[in-house]
């Protein structure tokens, strides 16, 4: 109850998100010195409400009771410019020099919270930027009776750290998104510099002291940014910042979507940040150099490695420069890390093979399990102590009590106990009335094509129709429960949640249907609600198209929870059912080597529609408007998109998916089997642990070491109070 009292931060709760809490987690565990560096969003990305089965944003006012953890430091701010233009001079000793005189500034204020590790001393910091008007109010301005202008200042800065991930669709969309990820690097950077020239450090060693872990692509404009303080503030000569720049900088790529690798125009990005712009023109010159010196006469490997896409209008691609700027890139899955090499950063990967490895994605057994499952928690301490908190590889010894009926029974017993709370919850959040004895088949994460809920949907159409054509069909119950948001400008996304709800609508009432499937859609899904679903759920739904999903980070949560995974070879699923056994994991669909085979010999989803009746009946039963009232052209955008192109194989994989679905129907009904399924999958989740991730980037990425807090005893001779004095080392790397 306290718990639902407190709002979760809008800090950003999908995967990367999730996957940076469960890193800080680990961090302070493994009391690795560490500060996780983000922006303090006013209203974060939104609270989700489902209105006439639409997706509608509201304003997520997480602060409007302020945050009782954070700690505001105005003394540690900084300042941070914005348009302008440079000024080149040669100084005193003869060297070439600019000035940057920025149009506008803005005040970083950071407010910090404590990461707590798990029975340790150490207390890592997570420190958030706000940004904020120099002057908040214009006395000239309002003088003059301008009492708008008085305040358009600090009106307009403040947009900056507003809310998380703008509608990046309008122009002005754009701007706010690069103007919040350089207001970002820039605070935590000169923040950066700032500890370690306090601390008695310099610059020429700051690599040695500071590593800095780019998390994805959208903070990449600190290596430009990097530069600019240590040439231009610092004085110091290209070459020197560049080793440092490059020392300092790993570089972790998320995905293999082109429109995740951000690019940015060329004009917005030299309105907004000219220095920087000059600078990555100069990066780009001498890495261009480079590229040429060791593939002579390649004109094409030139143009597609530069910094600068000159096709068209003219972008500064980012994921190029993380490349450039780092001197480690990495995947974060087997597959991930070598399709990069192969593909994405292919030419990069013949230029620096040294640079590439991979560290696969990890979860933190603290919340995804202690915390949120106490019951499976308490259950598998009673049997082999509390090792596993801290190394989960230890869940292994859970194995020695698979043949044992009243473990088994016990683990049952908790999964029932679990749906039950789970089913109450939905009923007072939904209204809607769920079964626990049901298969509780869940696919909660974000709302994407490629992450094809509508492949899920389609499932479920097929058996609505098996029940329409024979209503005596033996069928194992099942609720499917979805939950996810769609980003405010993607259309298609939120036009799948309205099918998802029509479709809920028509199978929730029809009687033929109602006790043998539900539909339920989770409004509003976040990391508080998982704390309902991942102990629950029996089928984790895991079925991006092969290529196209990096890592994923919820299949582990889920699985470690004693979920079975339906799912493609993608990412870490691969490496899932490497560990828990290829019978302990519902494989279906095309790889990715299929998928690319198939789009270059010429996919004609056309042809999958024809050639299969049941897939026929369930588009058409779409189109027909049977789930929207009557509209024949409410969902026509999916259903042409499909037809048309299929971009994600659902046809290609519909019915694989289905088969894959038939034999998890069956697998349920032998329900100690699925138990003991289900204990090897909780048992064999080990190297999924936040924990082994850290420690690998630690040694293989970092040099990072961890540094023990020893609390000494004293007491206060004035308030007669015990206090414990901390040790603690600072300036390791970290």
């Not at 408007?625 to 969902?635: A, K, M, R, V, Y």
């Not at 046809?651 to 349920?668: E, I, L, T």
């Amino acid at each position: 109850e306290l718990i639902d009292q407190e709002a979760e931060p809008g800090l950003g709760n999908g995967g990367l998100g999730r996957l940076a809490a469960c890193y800080m987690d680990s961090l302070s565990t493994l009391e690795i010195p560490a500060v996780g560096y983000g922006i303090r969003y006013e209203f974060g990305i939104f609270t989700q409400e489902i209105r006439d089965g639409w997706q509608t944003e509201v304003a997520d006012q997480w602060l409007r009771f302020g945050d009782p953890w954070e700690i505001r430091r105005p003394e540690a701010g900084v300042d941070v410019g914005f348009g302008g233009h440079t000024e080149a001079h040669t100084d005193s000793h003869g060297r070439y020099r600019v000035h940057w005189f920025p149009a506008q500034w803005v005040k970083g204020i950071p407010h910090d919270m404590a990461i707590l590790g798990y029975k340790v001393n150490t207390a890592n910091t997570l420190r958030l930027w706000k940004a904020e008007a120099r002057e908040s109010f214009d006395f000239q301005e309002f003088n003059v009776g301008d009492y708008y202008g008085a305040v358009h200042d600090k009106v307009v800065t403040e947009n900056i750290t507003k809310v998380l991930y703008p509608n990046d669709e309008p122009a002005q969309g754009k701007q706010l998104r690069l103007e919040q990820q350089y207001f970002f690097v820039s605070c935590s950077l000169q923040d950066m510099i700032r500890i370690h020239l306090r601390t008695g450090g310099s610059l020429n060693n700051f690599h040695e002291a500071f590593a800095v872990q780019l998390n994805d692509t959208h903070p990449s404009i600190a290596i430009a940014e990097l530069m600019r303080l240590l040439v231009d503030k610092h004085h110091m000569e290209w070459e020197a910042a560049w080793a440092i720049t490059q020392n300092t900088f790993a570089y972790t790529n998320h995905t293999l979507l082109p429109e995740a690798l951000e690019k940015w125009p060329v004009r917005l990005f030299g309105s907004l940040l000219p220095r920087h712009l000059e600078i990555i023109y100069e990066i780009n010159r001498r890495f261009l150099d480079e590229v040429r010196l060791k593939f002579p006469n390649d004109t094409s490997r030139v143009a597609r490695m530069s910094l600068i896409d000159e096709s068209g209008e003219r972008y500064v691609r980012m994921a190029h420069l993380a490349t450039v700027g780092s001197h480690a890139i990495n995947g974060v899955a087997k597959l991930h890390s070598r399709l990069l090499q192969e593909t994405t950063l292919h030419d990069f990967y013949e230029l620096w093979p040294h640079k590439f490895l991979n560290v696969t994605n990890g979860v933190t057994p603290r919340r995804f399990v202690l915390s949120s499952n106490p019951r499976l928690s308490s259950l598998v301490t009673q049997r082999i102590g509390d090792s596993w908190i801290t190394h989960l590889d230890d869940l292994r010894n859970l194995e020695a009590f698979l043949n044992d009926s009243g473990f088994r029974s016990e683990c049952k017993k908790i999964k029932l106990a679990n749906k039950q709370d789970f089913a109450s919850y939905i009923q007072k959040h939904t209204g809607i009335v769920v079964n626990p004895e049901t298969i509780f088949d869940v696919q909660v994460k974000r709302l994407h094509e490629y992450k094809r809920q509508h492949l899920n949907l389609l499932h479920i159409i097929t058996l609505y129709n098996r029940i329409k054509h024979n209503r005596d069909i033996e069928l194992v119950p099942r609720t499917f429960i979805f939950g996810g948001k769609a980003a405010p400008g993607y259309f298609m996304a939120k036009l799948i949640i309205k099918l998802i709800n029509s479709v809920g609508e028509l199978l929730n009432k029809d009687p033929d249907v109602r006790d043998r499937l539900k539909i339920v859609f989770l409004p509003n899904y976040n990391v508080k609600q998982s704390r309902w679903i991942y102990p629950a759920a029996d089928l984790s739904e895991q079925i991006s198209t092969a290529g196209y999903e990096a890592s994923g980070t919820s299949n582990m949560e889920f699985a470690v929870n004693g979920a079975l995974t339906i799912g493609t070879l993608y990412g870490a699923n691969i490496e899932i059912r490497d560990e828990v056994g290829p019978e302990n994991f519902f494989l279906f669909g095309l790889t990715a080597e299929e998928v690319r085979a198939k789009r270059a010999a010429g996919y004609h989803p056309w042809d999958y529609y024809n050639s299969n009746q049941h897939l026929r009946e369930a588009i058409d039963l779409i189109r027909s408007g049977h789930f929207s009232h009557g509209d024949t052209n409410l969902f026509n955008p999916i259903v042409d998109s499909l037809l048309r192109n299929d971009p994600y194989m659902l046809f290609a994989d519909y019915q694989s998916y289905v088969d894959c679905q038939d034999r998890v129907s069956g697998a349920y009904q032998n329900t100690e089997n699925w138990v003991r399924m289900s204990i090897l999958n909780t048992a064999r989740m080990g190297k999924f642990s936040s924990d082994r991730a850290i420690r690998e980037y630690s040694e293989a990425v970092w040099n990072a070491k961890p540094v023990k807090v020893a609390l000494e005893k004293r007491v206060d001779s004035n308030a007669g109070l015990k206090a414990a004095t901390p040790k603690a080392v600072f300036g390791h790397r970290s």
